[in-house]
């Protein structure tokens, strides 16, 4: 026998292992969540319609994301985690409540991106009733309202065990996957398509517009920081503006996720 075969693998080794078979387990519980729908409505395909929408959220996403979108007469939607709030991280600072205040007060719609910002994979049921009864508290504090919000999973990641649950408290879920909505559709893992770097990328997303008026549908895209020296994971205003100004000049309905949800006829229902 080797000496290798003896020894274990040092931890960091040990830790990126995990780290990527964790990442597998998601990816693959993501397949299967959209394989096996919860629920499924029929998303209009008669008319192109576009929700820009921003996760966490920075405070650029209100100071540059949110003007752009106003500049050209339209708003957006913005998924909260309150535990992120006022948080210093490298190459961004998060929004605080009265940037949140002032997102509602522009016409902006808040939706809910969990408290504390968990892989939802990895939380139990009771530990996240919990949290998502602390962040209503804090988005009924911005926006007070009677109906249901709309959410956004945190890392995009699904888990089968919270479906009802998340299914009984929002109109609809927002995932990852690169796609557009079209026809029969699951409100509680709705597609997206991610602006991030590099800015090559976001110059390429206007292909998925061009897809969307060939063959109409809801085509839902997210970002973070709109800066001029974004993480990875968001975008310059250029860019930003770039995308908005060409969903409208081709056609799109700009819309936030409940106006569009509204728009398409796909009513809350009582709680
Ligand atoms: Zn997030």
Not at 96 to 105: I, P, R, S, V, W
Not at 205 to 232: C, E, K, N, S
Request: aromatic share 8%; hydrophobic share 40%; with cysteine.
């Amino acid at each position: 026998m080797s000496s290798a075969a003896i020894f274990p693998p040092p931890p960091e080794h040990m830790a990126r292992l995990t780290t990527l078979v964790d990442r597998f387990a998601g990816r693959l519980e993501n397949r299967l969540l959209r394989a096996s729908p919860w629920q499924v409505v029929q998303v209009s395909t008669r008319e192109p319609i576009v929700s820009f929408t921003f996760d966490d959220v920075p405070a650029s996403a209100l100071d540059a994301g949110a003007t752009i979108l106003e500049a050209d007469g339209v708003r957006g939607t913005f998924y909260i985690s309150g535990g992120l709030a006022g948080r210093v991280e490298p190459g961004r600072t998060m929004i605080d409540l009265a940037g949140c205040k002032e997102l509602a007060a522009r016409g902006h719609e808040i939706g809910c991106h969990s408290h504390a910002h968990r892989d939802l994979r990895h939380v139990d049921s009771e530990t996240l009733v919990e949290d998502l009864a602390r962040n209503a508290g804090y988005l009924d504090a911005i926006d007070p309202r009677s109906g249901r919000r709309n959410f956004a999973y945190p890392y995009n990641s699904g888990s089968f065990g919270k479906r009802a649950i998340l299914a009984n408290a929002f109109r609809t879920c927002r995932a990852g996957g690169e796609g557009i909505n079209r026809g029969p559709t699951d409100p509680t893992f709705l597609r997206a398509v991610e602006i991030r770097q590099p800015q090559q990328h976001v110059l390429g997303l206007v292909r998925w517009i061009d897809a969307l008026i060939a063959d109409p549908g809801w085509l839902i895209f997210f970002t973070h920081d709109i800066a001029p020296r974004p993480t990875p994971y968001g975008c310059t205003a250029p860019g930003f503006r770039l995308l908005v100004g060409y969903a409208l000049a081709r056609g799109c309905h700009v819309l936030t996720v409940d106006a569009a949800l509204d728009r398409m006829g796909l009513r809350e229902r009582a709680p």
